[in-house]
């Protein structure tokens, strides 16, 4: 275990300066100039906008600047937003709770929502159930986000007023949020979860557990559930990342503030320091995501074997 985790970090390391050269090259050959953005739009002066150049570093070679950024990565520097002056460690730092919290509500749902659904319908296969189930997620997968968050928004704020329309703190704040972004991935899982679990029904130890006289319930909670969710585990590692990208949309639609929000004003405004530290963040969440899914898998099936 202590190998297999050593080697993968190695192969994290390798991966996040890859991310990063990748990041800054794309940034530095954008059309965009963050000098002419901090000058401001109105600000026509070349004297100016050259001195906020040589302040940043701005005109120094692309491998003299991505050394200096790597340098002052070892040490645990982010570097300092261009526009609102602050050290990018404690913007993110004090957005990225937030987003953790939607994340993790996220991931509740599509789980319960998807794992439940995908069951249903296994369970029920070639029923008007299995193809209700069926059509309902393929409209979740369907749906933009964007474009569910509003209906949910209509249907339990504004109809029904159960939920409140926005904001950050509370349980009741959360749930909305949580399950627009959830939602999409609880379509897909239902899919998956239904494909792994007619697979692990068909398999010759189910047919010896019905043989012996087993509730039907036991047999599908008990011996099935847990061989077929190991597909929706590494599912979960991947989901990481999708969820931190698709933050944005939701971030903006519920009000939501946490790294989305960050990240679309940086892109916004060039505000290169801000997106250099919000991709090396999210790419350790996705590395970290799927290093724990890893890990998970052979608790559920010590037939798995870490290599």
């Known amino acids: 275990m202590a190998v297999y985790v050593l080697r993968r970090l190695g192969q994290a390391i390798l991966i996040l300066v890859l991310i990063s050269f990748t990041t800054f090259f794309l940034l530095y050959v954008v059309p965009a100039d963050p000098a002419q953005m901090m000058a401001g739009r109105g600000t026509n002066s070349a004297a100016t906008i050259a001195s906020i150049r040589e302040q940043l ?24 937003s261009y526009l609102q002056k602050a050290e990018v460690t404690e913007l993110i730092a004090s957005r990225l709770p937030a987003t953790l919290v939607l994340m993790a509500g996220a991931i509740f749902f599509e789980i319960a929502i998807g794992l439940t ?47 409140p329309m926005g904001g950050y703190g509370s349980l009741a704040q959360l749930i909305l949020p949580a399950l627009t972004l959830g939602i999409l991935g609880a379509g897909w899982y239902s899919r998956v979860m239904r494909s792994s679990m007619l697979d692990v029904l068909r398999q010759d130890f189910i047919r010896t557990a019905k043989a012996k006289g087993l509730a039907p319930a036991i047999v599908v909670l ?76 052979p608790l559920i099936d010590p037939r798995i074997k870490l290599r």
């Open 57 to 80: 570093g701005l005109d120094q070679p692309f491998l003299v600047q991505y050394g200096r950024y790597l340098q002052n990565l070892l040490h645990g520097d982010l570097g300092r």
């Open 117 to 163: 659904m995908g069951l249903l319908a296994a369970v029920w296969r070639g029923t008007k159930v299995d193809q209700a189930l069926m059509v309902a997620s393929f409209v979740f997968v369907s749906t933009p986000q964007f474009l569910m968050g509003i209906l949910l928004l209509y249907v339990f704020a504004v109809h029904l007023d159960w939920l």
């Open 222 to 297: 008990v011996h099935a559930l847990p061989n077929a969710i190991l597909p929706i585990i590494a599912l979960i590692g991947a989901d990481v990342g999708y969820f931190l990208s698709q933050t944005v949309v939701v971030e903006s639609v519920f009000g939501w503030p946490g790294i989305g929000q960050l990240t679309w004003q940086a892109i916004q405004r060039v505000d290169i320091p801000i997106i250099m530290g919000v991709t090396l963040v999210t790419a350790c969440l996705v590395v970290l995501g799927n290093l724990v899914a890893d890990l998970i898998a």
